[in-house]
């Protein structure tokens, strides 16, 4: 297979295939001393990345920034869409039209679904989505595959536990399409209206076996996916309150020895910081990954 | 002629003369590749190029910071006053004293006229005017005369219509003082109480033929420069809404088959999105001139 | 004695011993002509300096990351909080780790005393402290140091003054530390709610003279170092006014023909502005000599 990746826009994870996953992870492979040893390669040298951050993302932004630098390549960025033109009524279409012209790769960030794939369409340079609203973050799903990779050494086999919000997380909605490829088997747990939305439910189904579990049991996972509940979600604080999970020494002890814990970040209550030095605490090197795997796909969309 | 610009600060387009114009578009030429093929240059590398933005803006701010970048040269840069020592009671003065002694050269925006002077007054590194308040923007200027040399050969014998709010419009009065210079005809079409400043009228009459349009017949224009008319310039709703204008489809087929139009954006309503792809549309290409001609400004600046 | 600062965290001057301050000051000596010449080293290229300003300085952020740049390395940046994971209940110490994994050396600013020790705790890299509350400014302290010997040649037998807040001033207590291990008099002048906290009084009375003022008067002084009173500080708005100072041409004439006058910027009327026309007026130089230290630092650390 051919670079899959080369010069396409990076909207969703949900047709991609899995050899296109696999390619990533072993280029990921090649770059992760960008972390270890800091490393820095003169590859992209003169290339320039535009940062377009709708919503604030410090996260994001500082990792697809470092792997363009590490890359040898500049940035040009906002962080706040207050200071943009949009604010005087621009639509999007016309902003990325003036951004195609200064760069060759644009990132986006957005609280609306469906910026990402507008933004695709304005521009002619390639767009990657750095998540939209409630609907997709790829790159996380790409460097959330390959933690996975990294840490077991395959997926086919393993049982991943999805906990928490899964309705409004695009990470989770992502990561579950890039799963799909994969012969694992998925565990979900969330209060009752922050359910999977049914159509990425039966979008996956047909691909990959899919547990709801009753009760937050982690015995049987390989891998625990925590992500956040926003109290805002719900109506009634009580409610709020009874979903309220929190992953600390004690609930380890009952997990697998050798389950992983990640969590895209940021994290509030969810996993007690006596995890942290934990060998089941994946979740600093599912982090540090997003530097090589989005080097890696800096590295093939700019060909 | 020596280089014109070398050292020089770019305040206005006032006292410049046609040489020096022309000087910016031959060099300008040679760095289209920058936008067509992305192409960098290793030519300014090691310099800093500071950014300062008082008012934000991230269309001249981008292109400012990839001509910088595509030269090879770094940014330091703020995008919000708030965010400086001006907040807390300091003086541009003082703010220019300390970043002076950074950078090698200026960019500075700012909501009020002469800033730019002001500026240019404190530093002694060159000083380029981004915009200030309704005053000036020389360097779209630039942009703007450039493309028209570049869609139509030449300037002398063009008739320019500009439409919209001359008034208040800082890129308007930068291109009359630049347009002074050459053999052209500027036609002027406004409400009443956004007419061209008298001083600009009467510095540019005598070089220079000036026709005011009693209607908005676009039927003798070469180039049809629009520009934004904000409602919040007038104190009755009703009579902003009968001087709004649409530049759309139909009223391009009563233009000359070869005219082009141009706005210097953000556009709100001002040309309908169905002109984009006519071929009279000039805009897109305009803009992205801003890199070419940025990177002939800096590399001219900085000698 | 080795690099004393290779590969350290900068948190503070309180520890940092006489020959590690000189080991800085001839370090930046060799890195003058960046500001003179505007010179650029490409000593650290591919480094990458995490810009972390929780609370805005556009002077202290300006200066480092030119200072990086100048080195030949590239930044990654914020300068408001509210933008980041903090705003969304994440913990410095979250932050820091994520931070950790991008970057080969970090700066941080922050409202909060103690927060680059924080940080400094949570990183693998090095953390230079850029002021935390009303804590430290330690870079700062080195380049007000690097001024006397750059003005005077040395820094033993000086008397030199401080005035106006030297409770909340952080630069103040930076300095005071440093001073101290130098054979100089330190005369202090402030409001009697502003006077040097007991503590630094007490750390630095064993190993400078210390004498506190009973009127602002400057006529021993070799260097006197100014600090903005704000008039917040102040109950009672009279008070502030019977405390308020300005240095003007005429309290120049009574000091000193070689006396320098110092400021850590930004002023609002301590300094009046014909003064800086004046022999004395160190302030710009001041300013400018945070481009070599800082260089000089980043140099150091990044080893």
């Known amino acids: ?40 390669y003169d590859k992209h040298s003169g290339k320039v990345l535009a940062s377009l951050f709708f919503e604030p993302s410090t996260r994001t932004q500082f ?11 500049s940035i040009i960025a906002f962080s706040d869409a207050d200071t943009t033109s949009v604010s005087k009524g621009e639509t999007v279409y016309d902003t990325i039209r003036m951004v195609e012209s200064c760069a060759d790769v644009i990132v986006i960030r957005h609280s609306l679904e469906g910026a990402a794939r507008l933004a695709a369409d304005a521009a002619s340079i390639p767009v990657i989505n750095g998540g939209d609203g409630a609907n997709q973050h790829p790159t996380q799903a790409l460097l959330d595959t390959y933690t996975m990779f990294q840490k077991k050494g395959k997926l086919d086999g393993l049982t991943i536990s999805m906990i928490g919000d899964l309705k409004n997380g695009r990470t989770i909605h992502s990561l579950c399409y890039a799963l799909a490829n994969f012969d694992c088997t998925i565990e979900m747990w969330s209060p009752p209206q922050l359910k999977l939305p049914q159509i990425i439910l039966n979008d996956i189904s047909e691909k990959v076996k899919v ?59 969810e996993i007690a910081t006596e995890v942290d030095s934990l060998p089941q605490a994946a979740y600093f090197a599912q982090e540090a ?8 796909i800096l590295d093939s969309v700019l060909g």
């Open 289 to 296: 990954n997003g530097i090589p795997v989005r080097m890696a």
């Open 63 to 73: 990792s697809f920034q470092t792997a363009m630098q590490r890359l040898g390549g």
């Open 1 to 40: 297979m051919a670079d899959y990746w080369a010069g396409r826009d990076i909207l969703s994870t949900r047709d991609v295939p899995r050899e296109a996953i696999e390619q990533i992870w072993h280029k990921a492979k090649k770059y992760d001393d960008a972390v270890t040893h800091k490393k820095s």
């Open 211 to 269: 547990v709801e579990l009753e009760s937050l049991d982690l015995s049987n996972s390989d891998v625990v996916y925590a992500t956040r509940i926003q109290k805002e979600r719900f109506d009634d604080p009580e409610e709020a309150e009874r979903y309220s999970y929190v992953i600390d020494a004690e609930s380890v002890r009952k997990m697998k020895d050798d389950a992983i814990i990640m969590h895209p970040f940021p994290r509030v209550d």
